[in-house]
């Protein structure tokens, strides 16, 4: 059985259906055990495809050519009992959304006891139970929170979740599709170090699907790249990183080596801070804000717990936003970053503390002053999704901020919306004003929902995570528009991500984000330079580096 590769995919051909092309098209590769293979492209390039049909998850009426092999058998021929089994115990697959793998009704506890029951019937739950605490534990989830629910975690909480849900049994092999988009640097690097150490100790393949070269680079062997459907360029990670033969790959490279940018090169992207020219008021100021959460637990934990357990999801954060400023958060999932956000927004109520907006109190805002306020402060999300309807097209989704606020009638509101197109740079923009999100690439939606957080003319723009979820040449690009539409509307920003080289290439200063606090607040390049906090300094040395 040694004598042939792990794993072998030969000639593989994929159309969806109702498509009238191929999504994969002529793939081939082998994957060896102890192996780590990296497969990069960007989104709609047919790599999530690739490893969906591994899996056999695509539509039952998609149509494939050609042999997908296992230690010589043929996966797209396991009958439904044989493909049960192989799900898990032969390979895990770790998906990028982990909602897809969570159900919300269930426990984290509860899931990964169902699949392990599941799968090993004969273990007792004293068995099952140990099991599962010390996949956690890899995870870096802490065993009181095992019986909590997927809305109770952060989204890099809930990959950790889906990632030991993938290890728990074992597998000979792991398909990780984008597993650590949504996670920070220090849990990602924490998460992959594990992958790569169980590969190695268990002999076990990875295949590590992603849009981060600098990852890839650091954590696989070697390197297929796929652009439309094809692998244009595979081989060892410094051939193909020191000496790039196909001119996709020569794009990929400069396209993440344009946001991973020498600290000369910062200067003159980042655009100069800006004083506020109002007596000195800062636009936002945050002053010893707290936001707590009590775990109320099931019903007996309740009778007989004397203390309630309080998560101190932002403990006294305080800082200072100026106009026209770029304000980068850093830190790792479930730090309280995205928390702190909201509870500017007032989507939250604070348990304590103050937020000022030109020296207003959020907080004691009657109702009606506060939506008034709330036309000045948008925000941008990591998923596009989470901003646009999709019964709504391109035009109605920007417009509908403009119509809530009463701030135009429907054919100014139209004129707004074509000329903010044109400024994003969807064009033609009566082509794009008529589309649905479902018709538009990741990017595409990405400078929608930009659009819709523009059209209301903003001071400040909270952005959480808005380009974690792009390939690296759409990311450089969405990045430099925004650094464009900043000096057009002479925006201010709050830039929340957990990509350190992004944050470097984006902001002026950096505040690090640590259990709710922030441990560490200064100028970009002394941070990099002269980190202070031994959190930074971790933050830091877990960042992926591309080394060209």
Request: charged share 20%.
């Amino acid at each position: 059985m040694n004598s042939h590769p792990l794993f072998c995919v030969d000639k593989i051909r994929i159309q969806y259906p109702h498509s009238n092309y191929w999504a994969v098209d002529d793939v081939s590769f082998t994957l060896n055990r102890g192996e780590k293979l990296g497969l990069v492209g960007e989104s709609g390039c047919g790599k999530s495809t690739l490893g969906r049909a591994v899996m056999k998850l695509l539509p039952s009426l998609t149509q494939i050519e050609g042999q997908i092999t296992f230690e010589g058998k043929s996966v797209l021929e396991l009958t439904s009992e044989a493909l049960r089994r192989f799900r898990g115990e032969v390979v895990g697959l770790v998906f990028q959304d982990p909602m897809t793998r969570l159900d919300p009704l269930m426990t984290i506890g509860e899931h990964c006891l169902e699949t392990l029951q599941a799968h090993q019937p004969q273990l007792s739950r004293r068995e099952a139970e140990k099991r599962v605490l010390e996949t956690l534990e890899k995870v870096k989830i802490p065993p009181n929170r095992w019986q909590q629910y997927p809305h109770e975690f952060s989204g890099g909480m809930r990959q950790r979740v889906a990632i030991a849900l993938a290890l728990l049994l074992n597998p000979k092999m792991i398909i990780a599709d984008e597993p650590t988009t949504a996670l920070d640097v220090t849990v990602a690097a924490e998460i992959l170090q594990e992958l790569t150490r169980l590969c190695e100790q268990e002999n076990m393949a990875l295949l590590l699907i992603s849009h981060d070269l600098a990852m890839v680079g650091e954590y696989c062997d070697r390197l297929a790249v796929m652009n439309g459907g094809k692998i244009v360029e595979m081989g060892s990670i410094k051939d193909l990183l020191d000496h790039p033969h196909h001119e996709y790959t020569k794009s990929l490279l400069a396209a993440a080596l344009h946001v991973q940018v020498t600290e000369e090169q910062t200067v003159q992207n980042t655009p100069t801070l800006r004083q506020s020219t109002q007596s000195g008021i800062p636009l936002l100021k945050v002053d010893n804000l707290q936001q707590y959460f009590t775990l109320e637990g099931n019903f007996i934990q309740q009778i007989f717990s004397k203390e309630k357990k309080v998560i101190k999801a932002v403990d006294g954060v305080s800082f200072e936003l100026k106009v026209g400023e770029i304000l980068g958060l850093v830190g790792e999932s479930g730090c309280g970053k995205s928390t702190l956000s909201r509870t500017i927004l007032q989507l939250l109520q604070p348990t304590g503390g103050t937020v000022e907006l030109f020296g207003k109190n959020l907080i004691t805002l009657p109702p009606n002053e506060l939506r008034q306020k709330r036309r000045e402060m948008q925000m941008i999300f990591q998923d596009p999704n989470a901003c646009l309807n999709p019964l709504m097209t391109v035009g109605e989704s920007i417009a509908d901020p403009l119509l809530i606020h009463q701030l135009a009638n429907q054919q100014e509101a139209k004129e707004q919306v074509l000329m903010m197109l044109e400024r994003v740079k969807l064009t033609p923009v009566d082509d794009y004003y008529y589309r649905y999100p479902s018709d538009l690439s990741g990017g595409q939606q990405q400078r929608v929902a930009i659009a819709r957080a523009l059209i209301t003319k903003p001071k400040l723009v909270i952005c959480d995570e808005p380009v974690s979820m792009l390939d690296a040449s759409v990311q450089a690009q969405v990045l430099d528009l925004m650094l464009e539409l900043k000096i057009d509307f002479n925006l201010t920003y709050l830039f929340i991500t957990h990509d350190l080289w992004v944050a470097k290439f984006f902001c002026d200063r950096i505040a690090v984000m640590n259990s709710g606090k922030i441990v560490e607040i200064d100028d970009t390049q002394t941070l990099f330079k002269h980190p202070k906090h031994p959190y930074t300094q971790k933050l830091l040395n877990a960042a992926p580096l591309l080394a060209i």
